[in-house]
């Protein structure tokens, strides 16, 4: 646990000086969502907190740390509203796919877990492709292309 805080400061410190906030957001991402993968595998419920933790907070940092606040409050404003959604929707699915039994309180937490995993997952694609992108397009710093084809940029 120790080591995994250790290595979100140092993420935050490195976003200070990274080449683009859309690289630093998507390593922020990897980061988060490696300990998300990463707690149960081992066994310890903290880890897969702090990938939490890390997940809701972390592009918010960096977009603040970069001095784009509105992008930072936009970034927090999808992380927290579009896994609500997403149980939400797990929970309608469930209920309108499976037979439930009164005494079954929990009957659709499964679907409702995953149903925020992939609002979480939602948020941080839209993060890393809408929010983060450059305001300038040409902006010789930021590698990643802006625009996204199945053909390729002519």
Not at 1 to 15: D, F, G, H, N, Y
């Amino acid at each position: 646990m120790k080591l995994a805080i250790i290595l979100i400061a140092a993420l935050a410190t490195r976003a200070a000086a990274g080449p683009s906030v859309r690289t630093q957001v998507i390593l922020s991402d990897g980061f988060s969502d490696a300990l998300i993968v990463t707690g149960p595998i081992v066994d310890q419920a903290d880890v897969s907190k702090i990938g939490l933790f890390g997940a809701l907070l972390g592009a918010p940092i960096v977009h603040a740390a970069n001095d784009g606040w509105a992008r930072a409050g936009w970034s927090l404003l999808a992380r927290t509203t579009m896994p609500i959604g997403g149980i939400g929707a797990g929970g309608l699915l469930c209920n309108a796919l499976t037979t439930r039994q009164p005494d079954e309180w929990f009957h659709c937490l499964d679907w409702e877990l995953i149903g925020a995993g992939l609002g979480l997952l939602g948020a941080e694609v839209l993060d890393a492709t809408v929010i983060s992108r450059p305001s300038d397009p040409t902006d010789p710093t930021d590698p990643t292309p802006t625009m996204f084809t199945l053909t390729g940029v002519f």
